[in-house]
């Protein structure tokens, strides 16, 4: 075994649990989809490339550094070629350790649809866990434009729906946590989905969601975005 992998075996493990999740639950199909797991200031578990999520084994996980170099892949694995845009929100976003980016059939809907809804404030849990999830434009995909379309987003959000593309949902704290979240907001998402086909989503009014301050504090949850940079809930969600 590599010294990284003993290193960080218990997160390299709980990276690859979590990637055969994402398969189980559906979120993705063929080869797409990655996650990474920041474990270290300079040291990143990331998913291979081309391979499906359903197979992947604790030394299927590659670990780079931020600039992308490789410091450990096994004979025949790659980093996803999607390494690019979890760099940069690490870097841009160093709270954050855990990212999930994935294909899931209606968050992936209402991507391709281009509407706000998961931006709007209709359910308790999201709102102080997730936060609202902004919108990126389209950028090909494996790009550095991808990668740099996130930097206006990531002070305020920590949850995102790339256009025409899928979501990612980001954590403070691991890639399972991430993972999560991922389900929560695609569980959100079919509600308002169902709501909307019932004959609108109702958002809750800002009183509600300024009242939810007080459960975060109970819960000592942090604000979503980048720290110090939200004041409270009104700011995100009105």
Known sequence: MHELQQKYSNQIQELAESSRRLADLGYVTSHGGNLSYRVADDVVLITPTKVAKRKIQFDDVCIIDM?????????????????????????????LTGIVHAHPPVMTGFAIADTDLLTKAFLPEPIIEVGPMV????????????????????????????????AIVTSLEGVERALE??????????????????????????????????TMKTRSLPMPGAPGQVDGLLELFF
């Open 181 to 214: 979240f991922f389900e929560m907001m695609e569980a959100a998402a079919k509600s308002i989905l169902v709501a909307q086909l019932l004959g609108g989503a109702e958002v809750l009014a800002k009183e509600h969601v300024q009242n939810l301050e007080r």
């Open 135 to 166: 919108t990126v434009e389209y950028e090909e995909p494996l790009s550095e434009e991808l990668a740099r379309a996130f930097d206006d987003k990531l002070p305020n959000a920590n949850a995102f729906l790339m256009k025409n593309h899928g």
């Open 67 to 95: 600039q992308g170099n490789v410091l450990f892949a096994k004979e025949g694995r790659k980093p996803t070629g999607e390494s690019p845009f979890h760099l940069r929100i690490f870097e841009k976003r160093p709270d």
